[in-house]
Structure formats: C-alpha cells, structure tokens
C-alpha cells in the first residue's frame, strides 16, 4: 500500500485562482461535499485554459478528462474563502497531468490535494492530438519549480 499523501505548501503551485462557495455546497455533515472538491478542480484548469487562450468555442483541440483522484485533509464549510492551486504534473504527447490543491484564504497547507488528467482530442472527430508547442511551453511554464 502506498503512503498517504500530505498537505503542500502554496509554493508549490504555480497559478491560483479564488473557487466560489456556496451554502449549497455543504452537506448534511456541515462540510462541503466531496464532489464540490472535483467541480473546483474542472473550473481551475479551464479558467487558466480560457485565461491561456486555448479554451475557446472555435477550437479544434478539446481536452477529455480520463483519471481524476482527491485526497483530502481538512475539512472546509461555507463562509469560508477557497483558492485552488494548479500545477502541471507530466507532460505526456497528447495528455497533461494537471494537479490541483485546495487552500483556505490565507492559510500555507492545502486541505485538499487532486490530479486531473486531460487528454487532447481533435474535435469533433475525437481523435488522440499531440499537444501543439504553444500549449506545450504554457505548461512547462505550471511545472512545479
């Protein structure tokens, strides 16, 4: 079995941005749902896609997500303020490895650590594409340092 991961830092994430949360996103239990953990995640890496310039309506590039996981840490409720964190992990010919923590506004240690990987299609043929250089060198940039 292999070791339980541990909270980061926020040095080791590369770009952020603030997550929204809702009353609704908390359950039953008095935290945010688990399945709230994955829609910040998805929103993270198309806001810096769309930020990049590589989401876009007329695109012929689409990025399929074909693994996600979560490990969680510490628990997080409404009011509270959330950034995500996004780095790029492995860089593959036609798949990137985004990975992605949770932070609580202002704290250093993530409450929450995930990977979503995407591989790139041509749309809407759904064919494997090779990442194109620019995307490429954009995600070089998210390596962790």
Same mark, same amino acid.
């Given at each position: 079995?292999?070791?339980?991961?541990?909270?980061?830092?926020?040095?080791? &994430?590369? =770009?952020?941005?603030?997550?929204? $949360?809702? =009353?609704?996103?908390?359950?039953? &239990?008095g935290?945010?749902?688990?399945?709230?953990?994955?829609?910040?995640?998805?929103?993270?890496?198309?806001? =810096?896609?769309?930020?990049?310039?590589? $989401?876009?309506?007329?695109?012929?590039?689409?990025?399929?997500?074909?693994?996600?996981?979560?490990? &969680?840490?510490?628990?997080?409720?409404?009011?509270?303020?959330?950034?995500?964190?996004?780095?790029?992990?492995?860089?593959?010919?036609?798949?990137?490895?985004?990975?992605?923590? $949770?932070?609580?506004?202002?704290?250093?240690?993530?409450?929450?650590a995930?990977?979503?990987?995407?591989? &790139?299609?041509?749309?809407?043929?759904?064919?494997?594409?090779? $990442?194109?250089?620019?995307?490429?060198?954009?995600?070089a940039?998210?390596?962790?340092?």
């Open positions: 079995m292999s070791e339980r991961r541990r909270p980061e830092p926020r040095a080791a &994430y590369r =770009w952020f941005r603030e997550v929204g $949360l809702h =009353w609704r996103d908390n359950d039953v &239990y935290h945010v749902n688990n399945v709230v953990h994955y829609a910040w995640f998805d929103t993270t890496v198309n806001a =810096w896609l769309l930020e990049q310039g590589f $989401l876009r309506p007329d695109a012929r590039l689409a990025g399929f997500v074909v693994a996600s996981g979560c490990d &969680y840490f510490a628990e997080v409720a409404f009011p509270a303020r959330v950034d995500c964190g996004l780095r790029a992990g492995r860089i593959g010919s036609s798949s990137v490895r985004n990975e992605l923590a $949770l932070f609580r506004h202002g704290e250093a240690l993530s409450l929450a995930g990977q979503l990987t995407h591989a &790139y299609v041509r749309w809407p043929e759904r064919r494997r594409e090779p $990442l194109p250089p620019d995307l490429r060198e954009r995600l940039d998210l390596r962790a340092s």
